[in-house]
């Protein structure tokens, strides 16, 4: 495997001293596209604000994440804001709330381009024309010089989209980017997304909650419960032979757009409390194949196939190795 | 027999353009007809702005038509506000997205489901008491969490007890608009399989109203697509999601991401969806079809009955 861009060892946080990530060991390699999934507060999205140091002076975080060497905790705020924006950059669910209200979208995305590259007046107005027309959003001329309330929902995220790659980032982070978008402005956003990966050849790790979108966009998919990933897989895989039973509980538990009808397989349960986390594995409370065993020790992944893994004890491991 | 039925039903309001433009006339619904009979499933499916909720809230008296007739067991709604009206409503309830939104922070889960019986005037303290143990029962709600507040409860539990207190009088329709939208997945499923397991027990009509189509296609009987407040399509839904005929169906359909291979080809279309105060001429939906010819902007496609029962409202597509 080529050298990895970030690489994030036994990442820990805290809010109070509740865990929110329990251990998080996760590689994103040059220009790959990975995806990581899970539902409310597995800490997808908290992964990779730990990551920036965004998160609030409340949390404890431990553990390592470099940037090609370059170690990213606690750093300087003089690294951090040469990464942030610069070689990271990130894009989230809301694009309404993150641009601000009272700047015109054009002035926004120049400000990204004096603070990343150095670019001011003709060369930078020259360059936002040029990214608005990248990230397809027509009329560039004239959509340069309105407020983001003037804008659909999907139009202002192309301009989050613009920013974000107004300090040509080698890896884009984007956090549930389609989730408040009606389904034919979803599909073009995802569209967009995919188109610019090629061109750049930047890395992308899409956060998301929906199997399907993540399915389409990434080669490579991590999926999370409670914290820490569950299972680890190319993302072919992960869809048509998921290992872990909770991989499996999701994908039993999400209706079919085609074939016939079935009665859904929900989960019991729910997720459990941080001040409630069960010894062991987390999902033991509400697994069909738990035994005492998995209340013992927290498991470690099984390889189950290549650059297959899952985090259950009562996996088979695969035969060859991975 | 049809329980509900919407007969030419158009809902218009005035928007004003800036602050002293002239008031403009938007219609969120426009001519919408359909019934939903006892015990079935009506899907409303559309993105936001297509008059899918308003269409919810004319169904449930909320609000008048504005053209049109709404009529329900066999009676024409009656104006919002007066005691007919407060009686029908004891038979139409309303589950939306919020379940928080929707509940009364202050009192406890018990309470609240006791209170449609209260104003209803239903049985007398001992037998609300039962009355609410059962619902809360029916709807998987341990009966320790009946003396809980909304905020201690989660997501899809709170969800439950606003089911089991839109269940206290024993309506003969629900109309649920995004129920389950703010849910996680594996909650979602929980509280799914609980609306058709509730509907086959007790024989309620649903008019569910949800932008997701897998959703929609795993509750329904029926389902119709709208676009700007028109029904566009409309049949039965394995065959609608499996070969859809509007151009905007195809679309809708193709854009829903699915782990797995895909069986209908993305189409991606351009453009946002237009502003209902400013409806492009003929088929609304022509400025964004790949198919437009000239007669889509100057006509307004009626819905008409295509092949397998299904009724389209397209000029390209053939009529049965």
Redesign the interface.
């Given at each position: 495997m080529t050298e990895p861009l970030v690489s994030i060892r036994d990442l820990r946080v805290a809010f109070h001293g509740m865990p929110a990530l329990r251990g998080i060991d996760l590689d994103v390699a040059p220009g790959e596209a990975v995806g990581l999934v899970g539902e409310s507060g597995c800490g997808k999205s908290v992964t990779w604000l730990a990551a920036l140091g965004l998160l609030p002076g409340t949390a404890t975080v431990g553990g390592s994440v470099k940037l090609q060497g370059q170690e990213l905790l606690h750093a300087a705020p003089t690294v951090l804001d040469r990464v942030r924006g610069g070689r990271i950059a990130m894009i989230f669910q809301d694009p309404a709330s993150a641009l601000n209200p009272v700047k015109k979208v054009g002035v926004q995305v120049a400000e990204a381009l004096r603070l990343h590259r150095g670019l001011e007046g003709a060369a930078a107005e020259a360059e936002v024309l040029r990214l608005f027309d990248q990230v397809g959003i027509p009329d560039a001329k004239r959509r340069i010089h309105i407020y983001p309330h003037e804008m659909s929902g999907g139009q202002n995220q192309r301009v989050m989209i613009a920013m974000a790659l107004a300090g040509q980032p080698e890896l884009l982070v984007a956090d549930e980017p389609t989730t408040a978008l009606d389904a034919t402005i979803q599909a073009q956003i995802l569209d967009l997304l995919r188109r610019l990966q090629q061109e750049t050849g930047m890395a992308l790790v899409l956060i998301s909650h929906d199997l399907g979108v993540v399915a389409e966009m990434c080669r490579r998919v991590c999926v999370m419960y409670a914290g820490r990933i569950v299972e680890e897989s190319p993302s072919e895989a992960l869809f048509a032979h998921p290992r872990h039973p909770y991989t499996q509980g999701l994908l039993a538990a999400l209706p079919d757009m085609v074939g016939p009808r079935r009665r859904l397989e929900a989960i019991p349960g729910g997720v459990p409390e941080p001040w409630n986390m069960p010894p062991g594995c987390a999902f033991a409370p509400r697994c069909d194949r738990a035994t005492p065993e998995c209340g013992a020790g927290m498991p470690g992944f099984v390889p189950v196939g290549p650059a297959h893994q899952a985090a259950c004890i009562h996996v088979q491991p695969a035969t060859v190795p991975a | 027999m049809s329980l509900l039925s919407l007969e030419g039903v158009s809902r218009v309001y005035a928007t004003r353009r800036g602050l002293f433009g002239k008031p403009v006339p938007v219609r969120a619904v426009d001519h919408v007809s359909f019934s939903v009979a006892p015990g079935r499933t009506l899907g409303i499916v559309g993105?936001?702005g297509c008059g899918k909720s308003t269409t919810g809230r004319v169904a449930l008296g909320i609000e008048r038509p504005s053209e049109g007739s709404v009529t329900f067991e066999g009676a024409t709604m009656p104006m919002p506000g007066t005691p007919e009206w407060r009686r029908m409503r004891a038979r139409l309830q309303l589950v939306h997205q919020d379940p928080l939104g929707a509940m009364d922070r202050r009192l406890t889960v018990a309470a609240q489901v006791a209170e449609p019986l209260e104003i209803h005037g239903i049985g007398d303290k001992a037998e609300r008491t039962d009355r609410v143990a059962a619902l809360l029962r029916d709807v998987g709600l341990r009966a320790d969490l009946a003396e809980r507040h909304p905020h201690e409860l989660?997501g899809?539990q709170r969800q439950r007890a606003v089911l089991a207190r839109a269940l206290a009088t024993d309506p003969a329709l629900l109309v649920a608009d995004e129920p389950v939208s703010a849910l996680?997945?594996?909650?979602?499923?929980?509280v799914?399989?609980m609306l058709?397991d509730l509907q086959e027990a007790r024989g309620i009509a649903m008019l569910f109203i949800s932008?997701d189509?897998?959703?929609v296609?795993?509750v329904s009987h029926e389902v119709a697509v709208m676009y700007l407040g028109r029904i566009v399509e409309q049949g039965d839904p394995?065959a609608i999601?499996?070969d859809p005929l509007h151009p905007y169906s195809r679309?809708?359909?193709?854009?829903?991401?699915?782990?797995?291979p895909r069986?209908i080809e993305?189409i991606?279309?351009?453009g946002?969806?237009p502003n209902p105060a400013d409806r492009p001429s003929g088929c609304a939906f022509h400025p964004r079809c790949p198919l437009a010819v000239s007669a889509c902007r100057a006509e307004v496609p009626e819905l008409k009955a295509a092949a397998d029962g299904r009724q389209v409202a397209c000029h390209l597509v053939e009529a049965a």
């Open positions: - | 993105e936001s989660s899809g996680d997945v594996s909650i979602q499923a929980q799914i399989n058709t932008h189509l897998k959703v296609r795993q394995e999601f499996a679309a809708l359909v193709s854009a829903i991401p699915v782990p797995g069986r993305r991606v279309l351009s946002d969806p």
